[in-house]
């Protein structure tokens, strides 16, 4: 039969394990308001019993481990579903921007400018020789093209901004990825292995940052390490204790812009087309995809523009030409061919067009001399005003616009094609806004349910306070009666 020594041996087993338990619930009620903190738990087991013959007796408590309490799934799904949420949040942001300017219906918007102007043609054919209305022509030309061009100027200013941001935001993911592998390292030397729970915290909000930046899939390995790759697996992040670090490398993509740079092995591996999330993912395709789609519109409506008017205008005859003198004329000049109907097959509106904007300027013959604006059909014919009115029904006119590189015109009239660039940017809008919505609600349910599972309860924790202390207490008087039950014995065998 075990002695009092044994007793007072459980006696003390069970004050240590109260203490020790209570030391941890103090431990989470300190962090109850600890982001990303994950509350903890003392394990406590019997110690192996001590046989006596055929009796085993108890021998006390123990504390085993301190656990934290998590959902390995839901801080994946957090994960994954974050790295959405920011690029949908951000694309948004951006469209809706855009959307603002390219979608301004009043007189100084870009569809307004392209109605003036051929308007302007519609007045001049009222009357073909006056001096003022050719002068407004020109004018109304070189406003439009200026709308044009602060349009154009306006997303390029916008892919420069995404672009400095792709670099920025490659810099604070190296950053964070060089955190969690010095967390990996940590938590994979602990003994025993995993027990680190700050740790095991740290490098989950560390990871929560990460998925905000960048999509990404994180693995956990036997001994609890992260493995982080891209979410579209074409680069390594983490790997244990090592980070694999990206470079914004300037003027290697598309359109000399940076380009996301993978430095896994004894090569640089371009990862760009493999982000697709997060802020990064977002800025990549706001930039290369987004941005200059619109621009490419606006290129082809300044091609359909530019081209459909100077077949036109060829063909006319300016007030002062009494002889085929300077016929043929074009009223646009462009460093970019852009003949609408006749191009060659092979020619892509995506890179035929490119740069029609930025290059579109009215002919400087026609700057010079205004008279050279050919509103006449014939030679001669000074009142004639066939071709002016040719002109100004290009407005109404269809087919106007190549918009799938095959050189004939398949889109128009020009209002109706900026209308769509509008539509389009309008439906994106909407689109990425009810995707951020959806995707915030989702993050917010899944962080939830992991924070009932995780989070820190203030009146569970009272309850496992009072229970310790409880028990505290009672292993207190259990030794204060083995003591009195000593005291007896020596006093007793001592006289």
């Known amino acids: 039969m075990p002695g009092l020594n044994s007793s007072l041996y459980i006696g003390l087993t069970g004050l240590s394990a109260s203490q020790s338990a209570l030391n941890v619930v103090g431990h989470n009620i300190a962090n109850v308001n600890t982001p990303g903190y994950t509350r903890q738990r003392a394990d406590l087991s019997s110690n192996v ?107 390029d200013d916008q892919r420069r901004s995404a672009d400095q941001s792709v670099g920025d935001l490659v810099a604070q993911v190296n950053s964070l990825t060089s955190q969690i592998a010095k967390l990996n390292d940590q938590i994979t030397s602990t003994v025993p292995v995993g027990s680190n729970n700050d740790a095991i915290d740290q490098r989950k909000a560390l990871t929560d940052k990460l998925s905000s930046l960048v999509g990404i899939n994180v693995f956990e390995g036997s001994k609890g390490e992260y493995q982080i790759t891209i979410d579209s697996g074409s680069a390594t992040l983490v790997s244990g204790s090592h980070a694999y670090t990206l470079t914004a490398a300037q003027g290697a993509g598309p359109g000399g812009m940076s380009a996301v740079m993978s430095n896994m092995g004894p090569t640089a591996t371009d990862v760009t087309a493999g982000i697709k999330n997060g802020q990064l993912g977002a800025q990549l395709d706001i930039r290369d995809n987004l941005l200059s789609g619109f621009q490419q519109q606006l290129d082809q409506v300044a091609a359909g523009i530019s081209s459909q008017v100077n077949l036109i205008h060829q063909t006319g005859y300016g007030i002062n030409t009494l002889s085929a003198a300077n016929h043929g004329t074009d009223f646009f000049q462009t460093s970019v061919a852009n003949g609408v109907n006749g191009l060659p097959p092979s020619i892509t509106a995506a890179t035929f067009y490119k740069g029609m904007v930025s290059s579109l300027s009215v002919n400087s013959t026609i700057l010079g001399d205004p008279s050279l604006i050919a509103t006449a059909g014939a030679a001669g014919a000074i009142g004639d005003n066939t071709n002016a009115n040719a002109i100004a029904n290009l407005q109404s006119a269809t087919n106007t616009v190549d918009t799938n590189g095959n050189g004939v015109g398949d889109s128009g009239p020009f209002s109706s094609s900026i209308a769509s660039l509008v539509g389009d940017l309008g439906t994106q809008v909407q689109n990425y806004q009810t995707q951020s919505t959806t995707q915030q609600n989702l993050v917010a349910a899944l962080q939830n349910q992991r924070d009932q599972v995780s989070g820190v309860n203030l009146d569970e924790e009272a309850a496992n306070m009072m229970n310790l202390q409880r028990g505290y207490q009672a292993s207190a008087r259990f030794i204060n009666v083995i003591n009195t039950l000593t005291e007896q014995l020596v006093s007793q065998f001592g006289q």
């Open 49 to 155: 019993a001590s046989a006596q013959g055929q009796v085993y007796f108890g021998t006390g408590v123990s504390l085993n481990s301190i656990s934290g309490i998590r959902d390995k799934f839901l801080d994946l799904q957090i994960y994954k579903e974050t790295a959405v949420q920011t690029g949908a949040d951000q694309r948004y942001s951006t469209v809706n921007a855009i959307a603002t300017s390219l979608g301004d219906t009043s007189s100084s918007g870009l569809g307004a400018q392209i109605q003036s102007f051929f308007q302007s043609f519609q007045d001049l054919a009222a009357s073909p020789e006056s001096t003022a209305l050719r002068t407004n022509v020109v004018g109304k030309a070189q406003t439009m093209i200026t709308s044009l061009k602060t349009q154009y100027s306006m997303l």
